[in-house]
């Protein structure tokens, strides 16, 4: 970046203010710490960015949602410890929106709220690694949520992971197979659809993951944090096919973990859902009883992880889903109609990415083209990923790399639609259009001595 060259943020106080970030490379920074150093450089120079580093839901929480948590803190919940395990009309709900949604069934025994999909990870990485001492590690079906490494981290537990994106098909079966048969791997997670690339795991990949899960004794952690957001099929109506596609159809060895943060765009209340299978809940691990006061799974994950950690979801936010639950499964509110807007802004916005020069890296879902969701992934020509992500800084676009969600593709970016609003789409253009005039000359530049410097190796003018 050449210090005396226009960019559309101010290049003095965005180089100053990453200088003072004290972050050692922006490409291994965290979502919050991208979050914070944007923040830092909108307050700094006034300018809006185009943010699209972090999955906050950009959209109104449903009406039901709010007046059922008004409602309990009226009625006196605040003051009140709730059970650990969940407030009994909310277990029922949950169960109920299970058996109408993803067409299973489980009991409200084993449907827990949590404070978010997050909490219900890392109760559940706690309590399923530490049922055989042999099984210590977690596979992770990657890309994914950097997160849940980092709950690995805390909890001082081991993980291996792959890049899904060639394993496709039959084809993961061998790749599965060649981590579960060291018999090490006490968990498997991955999210479906995939946050961050939007590829979704079809029928066939799940009944894989399912039938090895069981031969294995693996639990899969199966993460639904965008439940019905795969929009090409709609699964709204209550009861009716198509359902959300789930592991639990193919296996009794899982865990589902369901965020309201993105379909019902409750992210602030931090309630979210885990649902064990009536199997697992009861099934019982003599190894847990030196963590937990029980061997079975589902005492130990409600009277040991949940417990131990914050006692419970909050009181009032539970109501609020108890309600918009209750709406959904009656069929009065729509949770898809409500989320769809979507896949119109990453339709818009992929498509001036492409239009100023950059690519798509996960571009297919098996043979078909990754849909609008959610996220995409980026990248820009003879630029890796950190590279690339602290260019765009200058021009006002904030994103995360591909590098810290476990994915093989370093040149990449993740790009989240939420926070961006389809009146930023002139803004983003003439964003894209300066950095496509500003770089590609350099790239070009880059290539051409790439080029020549691979020619002289070849015909043998310069010796390594
Ligand atoms: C894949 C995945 N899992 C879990 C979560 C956490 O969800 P919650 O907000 O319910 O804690 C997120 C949030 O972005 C996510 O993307």
């Known amino acids: 970046m050449n210090p005396t060259k226009q960019t559309p943020i101010d290049y003095q106080i965005v180089n100053k203010t990453i200088r003072k970030s004290g972050l050692e490379s922006i490409g291994k920074a965290s979502i919050r710490e991208i979050v914070k150093l944007v923040n830092d450089i909108e307050s700094d120079t006034g300018e809006q960015f185009i943010r699209m580093e972090m999955g906050v839901p950009g959209l109104e929480p449903p009406k039901a949602a709010i007046d059922g948590e008004i409602e309990a803190l009226k009625n006196g919940v605040a003051s009140e410890y709730p059970m650990i395990d969940g407030i009994e009309p909310l277990k029922y709900e949950i169960s109920r929106f299970i058996d109408n949604f993803i067409n299973i069934s489980v009991k409200p025994e084993g449907c827990l709220p949590t404070v978010g999909a997050m909490q219900a990870s890392f109760a559940a990485f706690m309590v399923s690694s530490r049922r055989n001492s042999a099984k210590d590690t977690t596979l992770f079906i990657d890309p994914g949520f950097p997160v849940q490494k980092d ?55 799940l009944k894989i993951i399912g039938e090895l899960a069981t031969k294995y004794d693996a639990i899969v952690l199966e993460d639904l944090a965008y439940f019905g957001m795969d929009f090409r099929h709609d699964i709204s109506e209550p009861g009716e096919p198509p359902y959300q596609p789930t592991v639990a159809n193919y296996t009794d060895n899982y865990v589902l973990l369901i965020s309201s943060s993105k379909c019902f765009s409750l992210a602030g209340e931090r309630v979210g859902m885990m649902a064990i299978s ?16 029980s061997e079975g799974f589902g ?25 918009v639950l209750k709406a959904v499964n009656e069929g009065r509110y729509n949770f898809v109609e409500g989320v769809r807007e979507y896949a119109e802004r990453a339709k818009a916005m992929k498509q001036l990415f492409l239009k100023y020069g950059f690519e798509l890296v996960y571009a297919k879902d098996k043979d ?24 765009l800084i200058y021009y006002g ?33 003439y964003r894209l259009q300066r950095f496509q005039e500003d770089h590609l000359k350099s790239v070009y530049i880059k290539r051409r001595i790439s080029e020549s410097l691979n020619a002289c190796y070849r015909t043998g003018y310069v010796s390594l």
Request: charged letters at 25%.
């Open 299 to 323: 005492y130990s994950m409600i009277y040991g992880a949940l417990y131990s950690l914050s006692a419970g979801a909050n009181h009032s936010a539970q109501y609020g889903l108890l309600e």
């Open 278 to 293: 009536d199997s697992l809940f009861y099934r019982k691990f003599p190894e847990l009883k030196q963590y937990f006061p």
């Open 368 to 391: 078909q083209p990754v849909s609008d969701g959610f996220y995409f992934t980026i990248s820009f020509p003879g630029m890796e990923g950190s590279e690339l992500l602290e260019e």
């Open 151 to 205: 709950q690995h981290k805390v909890l001082g537990l081991k993980y291996e992971s792959f890049d899904v994106y060639n394993f496709r098909g039959d084809k993961l079966r061998d790749k599965l197979e060649s981590y579960l048969k060291k018999g090490n791997i006490s968990t498997i997670l991955y999210s479906n659809p995939n946050n961050p690339s939007w590829i979704c795991l079809n029928e066939k990949e």
């Open 397 to 429: 676009i904030s994103a995360i790399t591909l590098d810290i969600t476990g994915s093989e593709r370093t040149e990449g970016l993740r790009a989240c639609v939420s926070q961006v609003s389809l009146n930023q789409m002139d803004d983003l253009e």
